[in-house]
């Protein structure tokens, strides 16, 4: 089982990033983002689940979407209207349970940076 994360970058406070996460091996029930800044522990960002039924973190509802291609076995976090306090490492990971506690978490792939300017 592999997670690829894409689509980090720098942005402008108020624009928007869709980060994207390939995944191989097999199609878990659950996929999620999680985000770290730095010298704190990962935190949730979104899940979605087989259905499509979708969960967010407070901070995020409204301006973050998270999305899923079955076909491709790919999940996307839209993140619009983007915060400087947003900026972290984001990173995706599949759970075979709703989860949203990192510990909670099958598979993890590696981070893709967003940095956000003001």
């Known amino acids: 089982v592999q997670l690829q994360a894409s689509g980090g970058g720098l942005v402008q406070a108020g624009g928007s990033l869709r980060l994207s996460c390939a995944v191989s091996?097999?199609?878990?029930?659950?996929m999620n983002w999680f985000r770290q800044f730095p010298g704190k522990e990962r935190e949730f960002v979104a899940g979605i689940g087989l259905s499509g039924g979708t969960y967010y973190r407070d901070s995020v509802k409204g301006r973050f979407t998270v999305s899923r291609d079955l076909a491709k076995n790919t999940v996307y976090l839209q993140m619009d209207s983007l915060k400087s306090e947003d900026a972290a490492d984001y990173y995706c990971?599949?759970?075979?349970?709703?989860?949203?506690?990192?510990?909670?978490?099958?598979?993890w792939g590696k981070g893709t940076q967003v940095t956000v300017s003001s």
């Open positions: 091996g097999r199609t878990f029930a659950y």
């Open positions: 990971a599949a759970s075979s349970q709703y989860m949203t506690s990192p510990s909670g978490m099958n598979y």
